[in-house]
């Protein structure tokens, strides 16, 4: 069974940075491509990027682009968000899974970017 668990969330100020992790385990993570969603308060769910198998290649929502950088480790079965320049509108809780699969999701971590 694919488990996700998701951390690095915190409170920050506009303009600031965080660093996302999210431990995977249950599948043969080096095999699928890796996606991080966000979803703010009274929003849908939206897919942030993905990132390919090996690493690659990187895909990015618009609003992101520029800004987040998706990385993984297949040493460790961890695939990372790099989060630079977070804008208020960039507040949610964030989580990762396979793209495309209908795995569980995890527990999320939230992300706060306010003054």
């Known amino acids: 069974q694919p488990q996700f668990v998701e951390s690095g969330g915190g409170l920050v100020q506009p303009g600031g940075s965080l660093n996302l992790s999210c431990a995977t385990s249950?599948?043969?993570?080096?095999?699928?491509?890796m996606a991080w969603y966000r979803q703010a308060p009274g929003k849908e769910r939206e897919l942030v990027g993905t990132?390919?198998?090996?690493?690659?290649?990187?895909t990015y929502a618009e609003s992101v682009e520029g800004r987040f950088a998706i990385s993984r480790d297949d040493t460790k079965n961890t695939v990372y968000l790099q989060m630079n320049s977070l804008k208020p509108e960039d507040t949610a809780v964030y989580y990762c899974k396979r793209e495309r699969w209908n795995d569980t999701w995890g527990q999320g971590t939230q992300v706060t970017v306010s003054s």
């Open positions: 249950g599948f043969g993570f080096r095999s699928y491509k």
């Open positions: 990132v390919y198998s090996g690493g690659q290649y990187s």
